[in-house]
């Protein structure tokens, strides 16, 4: 057995969560199921933009919501479904939170980056750094004391689900939104920090309050089902 | 091929569309999707070029947008969508417009150029047009949602914002009667700052109006049709269209679960924001939970009709070809884009050399 074989063997039998990984996926094609969850969960984020942006008032400002609620539900839906997760964010943002609340075609797609990249970064950060060092990329341990047997750190989870997701993409979502918008001439140069605020606030609220409702409610049955992805794509 | 596709499509008088439904044979509906999307790209980035025109530049196209604005409302109209767009979404987007409009006032201090005045109260209670805006308005708003309150509150903000210039307030064509109350308080803005706000707020109604335009004039399967013409696998483009033919069933699924919450009476007592949060975090497991359900249903019941098996699949029906009218559209779009953006040439310069 070569250095990396060795290394590789001890990782997985170290973490109930070791199989989930940054691999392309199982190796086997998807199968109709999830073919068919995929873009079910896509509609559903479409929809939650929607309503996430235009709950507060008939057609929310430029497509920003001050409690986005949509944010952790495809923070989650990326640590179960990989790049499907990211897809969803980006295309729900772009038809949800733009099109359908009336920004037009353009500023829509631009600023839908802004939620393309906190899920990126996140799956990529938990996958493949943080569960090596003992800490569940379904984030269950947020909740949790145990994962099949293993003992869970809490509090250091809770650390870095927010230091990670709350305070740095969320803040460099933020910026990549409201600097679009102002890049477009939607958004006031003096109002500039005003917007940067409410949407770094509204997404870190709906995510400290969402998330643990839904990994707590829903991650062990979906993984139960075997449709929790074990790499980007399958 | 072509004849039993046109039969089929002809043969509804009316489709449904993302949001509400359409009529046949309109000629907004027989425009292939790819013309309708390019047509409302193209609108967008007028409109964003249109009021992003800096003041040393000559300023903002203000007809160039009230022209789109018009376009806009006319292929509405022609698509006989307007009246689900007067029903919905027409009062709706007003105050986003005003918003808007508002932002661009008070938040755009860097403007070059003299100052004028507004008043926050000129003074006196003037008897005239602003007058006339307080009683449409609040009859306009008592009719439509039987509130006093919010009447009340849409009369005064408009009647407040026609008494702040000086040249509506202090006008003797716009104020027929004063009555004395109070002392003046005003305040000073760049002169441009009405036109960039107006521009701005007209601009984001192009926008709104454009995207609903799409919206109430396009059918999902439209676009899995086109993705099929772009030569797109069939398993791709279905993935699209399984997408969007899901909306409405997740839409429908977020409502049942509300009336559900509400009957085991979520709304009796009054809560705090925070209660309510966590009433909207909890609609979240029954919706993903549901979700998950039908996705799996789906997913065998597709399998058992052959999805993985079928090597050859019937076309969508409403895969339609691009017409010399999609084409005089385009070339008319781009023609307007490279007179206006790439030429740099305005529609108000126009009409005020």
Redesign the interface.
Known sequence: MSGGEKTEAKTETKYPWSNYTLKLGRGEPVSTTQYVLYAVQIAAIIILSYLSVSLLGPLSYSGISLFYFVYPFFLVFTMWWGIWGIISAYVGCVLGAGLMVGLGVVPSLAYSIADFVPPLVAFMVWRGLLANRGFDPLWRDLTEKEVAGFKTNRVGAWFWFILINGIILNAISAELGIGIQFQLGLVPGSAYWLWWAGWFAGDLLAMVIITPVLVKGLTNLVERQGLVNHGWVT | MEKPKEEARASKKYVCTFIFSMRTGTPIEKLHVITK?LM??A???L??YM??IPVSKGGPDIIGLVLLLVLVFGLLIISRTAKHLVSS?LI??L??LF??FF??LF????LPGAKIVFYLWPGFLPIGISTLVFVGVFSLVYYKLRSIGWSLVAGLLLWWFTIMPSSLSFSSATTWARIPIGVTYSFSLPQWSTTVALS?AL??G???????L??LTTRDVEIAGALRQLRLSF?KSF??A??????N???LD?QDIKIAQTARAANVIRKSIFSK??D???T??P???T??R???E???A??ARG??ASKRVTDFKETKRLSYVDFTILAILAAFLIYEVILGHSITALFTR
């Open positions: 999307f409302i790209a609108m967008s980035v409109a964003l009021f992003d979404y709706l987007a105050p986003v918003g808007e932002w661009w938040f755009n201090g860097s701005k601009g984001y192009v926008l709104i109006y454009t995207s609903f799409f919206l398993r993935f699209v399984l997408m969007f033919r899901n909306l069933t997740i839409l977020y949060i966590i909207l975090a909890q979240s497991i919706l993903v939970a979700m998950i039908r996705s799996t789906t997913g065998v597709l399998y999805f993985e």
